[in-house]
């Protein structure tokens, strides 16, 4: 391939960062609002009242609900307004087992192919995750745990399963803020993202997907464990 002579201004120009279109803009927002629990499920909104939030257009705000209504986080009631979708107990079991489906497969193959770059920004990623935890940033924490996350299924080299783990992913975020839940065990949660990096680290992609198998599975026990807790409170009262 014969090398690229352009003058270095017109390289510089290619080199631009592309902006965010503004539907996109309008997208991370109201996706932002819903997973930080600005947005509550059951909560009513209207295209018009999310423009004036978020000052953008009709149009962009317009794209960015149906982009979020096929996600599932919103549902649409024509000529009327937009639903906050919650997610029942049922829906998070669901969601965890196809996250046990998808992303040990995702993280196995990152393993077998992660570089240093990779490895050094997974590590700077948990290092912010932990300072947020001790100032009591529960907000960041989820933040940090969606990058990690995130930045595993890109790697994998499966940009399709990685789209769908994303989905996913984003559909259990809510599970940090749910009332039912009450306080997630960050610390936890960061030592079992930390061993799943030494293991792609040490390119070891069994260990990986071993790794993220219980990582998952241990979010899913926590939240039964602590529903039936619930469930066990609500029957006692329920006798007196």
Not at 43 to 55: H, I, P, Q
Request: aromatic fraction near 4%; hydrophobic fraction near 40%; charged fraction near 30%.
């Amino acid at each position: 391939m014969a090398p690229i002579t352009a003058a270095p201004a017109k390289r510089a120009a290619t080199k631009a960062p592309r902006r965010t279109s503004l539907s996109e803009q309008a997208y991370t927002a109201i996706k932002q609002l819903i997973l930080r629990g600005d947005l509550k499920a059951g909560d009513r909104v209207t295209e018009a009242g999310l423009c004036e939030r978020l000052a953008l257009g009709r149009n962009p705000v317009h794209i960015a609900v149906h982009r979020l209504h096929r996600e599932g986080l919103v549902e649409i009631v024509p000529r009327k307004n937009i639903v906050i979708r919650g997610e029942t107990i049922e829906s998070f079991v669901e969601l965890w087992n196809a996250r046990l489906l998808v992303e040990p497969h995702l993280t196995e193959s990152t393993a077998a192919r992660a570089d240093e770059t990779l490895v050094d920004e997974l590590r700077r990623l948990l290092a912010v995750g932990r300072k947020r935890h001790r100032a009591g940033d529960r907000h960041g924490c989820m933040e940090i745990d969606r990058a990690v996350h995130q930045r595993i299924y890109q790697a994998s080299g499966n940009g399709l399963l990685a789209d769908f783990a994303s989905l996913l992913l984003d559909r259990s975020m809510r599970l940090w803020f749910a009332p039912l839940v009450g306080r997630y065990e960050d610390d936890r949660t960061m030592d079992e993202l930390a061993a799943l990096v030494d293991a792609i680290a040490r390119h070891d992609p069994a260990a990986a997907r071993r790794l993220m198998a219980e990582h998952i599975g241990s979010l899913r026990n926590n939240f039964a464990r602590l529903q039936a807790g619930i469930d066990a409170a609500s029957e006692r009262s329920d006798h007196h």
